[in-house]
């Protein structure tokens, strides 16, 4: 009778402690969640606004936090914060996330609209029947020019965008005139993705491979690459801290400062209004060839955090990351708003976006377009991509400079007065930088604090 008694008191205290588990797990009382948003957006407060305010109508009871750009930098380098409920990042990383067990799955009934998203942005996040993120932006690499310019417009492939745009057409950081590409290519995961891109242009092979070492290289791919470099200037090009980011290159291509520039679709927020009515774009072509593969294209996705399970929060967190990725939340989120009478020129993943900014905006019927005639997939490493960005982006960018033969303009020891005053001044400006190529000037761009001198060699 004592033995059974024990036992009936084990099983009491079993089920007693299941159902404070159950308690502890998912608590009722739940009053906050935490947000971290991808902070490399032209607003990221416009953001923060229509997600409280849509929130708001669901949750009113439930409030948000969102993390500082200290906290998160878009998975890059960070982890998600441990307290962050929901968090939006780079899709590059969704396998290696995975693996790491920081994204939550999801059933197919758990997104809500899933037959309103563009194919390779909810093919992206989807594995075998569960999906572990929801799409909310995209990009791509596009390249700009003025519509009028028909030889841009008509170029196919990037033998003919370097045929017409020239390699070493300036040397300053800013071109003087209608000349030349501009371009990003500063930061070592810039050039690792770049480098992606290219290969993939080239071979089509999805997913990538990622090569261990140099000799690993496309040689190809990295060829294709110096010659981006080469139709810019190397100051343009490697420029680590313009004050806009890569915007600040468009809005020198709309002062009239370019031929053309390489950037994503939201730096046309940093354009004039002017020159938005007469921009063309398209997809960069970055193989010499004709491209027969689909286009790379980037995306922000937003994950739900695994930490959520313990908090109790996960529900809570799935409708959060649902409204964040809504239709209507994302039009409040990159649409026109009170301070600014045009839209972010975010790129989305739903067609419902596109349709409703196109009316008041047509460039967004274009931006559509470019997913409609590209047919891309989603721009994801594997689970090693943190060590491999480790490893090879500052290589790749290396070799992307390596031999770069267009030199560089100096800031001259002194002032320049006139063409009999430039070659002392220059010859001794240039005199560890491969000699003076000639040129000189005291015109703004190029020259912005004083004379400059071009110079053979690039020792910056």
Known sequence: MMQK????????????????????????????????????????EQFETAIETKWHEV?????????????????????????????????????????QNFLEPLK????????????????????????????????????????????????????????????????????????????????????????LDIAHSITGEYPFSLPSSSDQLNPEAMDNMRELLAMASYGNATDTDPPNHSYERSEWFSNGWGRAVMGYTESMSAMSEETRENIGFKVMPLSKEDESYPAIFYADVIGVNTTTRDRGTRDLAVRLANVMADSETMVLSIGPDQDRPYPQYLMATRPSIFQTLERKFPLYGEMYQLIEDNDPVMFKLNSESRDWIASMKNIIREEAREDYACGCDYPALQTIFDNDAAPPICNATCAEYGGWNGQWTNDYPAAQEGSVCGCNVCGF
């Open 108 to 195: 197919p009934t758990e997104i809500e609209g899933k037959d309103d998203f563009v194919d390779y942005a909810v093919e992206g996040v989807k594995v075998d029947q569960q999906y572990f993120a929801i799409p909310q932006l995209g990009c791509a690499n596009v390249l700009f020019y003025h519509q009028d310019d028909n030889q841009i417009a008509d170029a196919t492939n990037l033998t003919d965008i370097v045929y017409t745009l020239d390699k070493c057409t300036y040397t300053s950081e800013i071109p003087s005139d209608q000349r030349g590409l501009m371009l990003d290519m500063a930061g070592g995961t810039t050039n690792a993705a770049l480098y």
């Open 5 to 44: 008694q024990n036992i009936y008191s084990f099983m009491l205290m079993l089920v007693f402690s299941l159902i404070l588990s159950i308690v502890n797990v998912a608590p009722a009382n739940a009053t906050e969640l935490k947000v971290a948003l991808y902070p490399y957006v032209p607003d990221v």
């Open 59 to 99: 949750q009113p009871d439930i409030l948000l936090t969102f993390t500082t750009i200290e906290e998160w930098d878009g998975g890059y380098d960070k982890n998600p914060p441990t307290d962050a409920d929901v968090y939006v990042f780079d899709a590059m990383f969704f396998d290696y996330f995975k693996s």
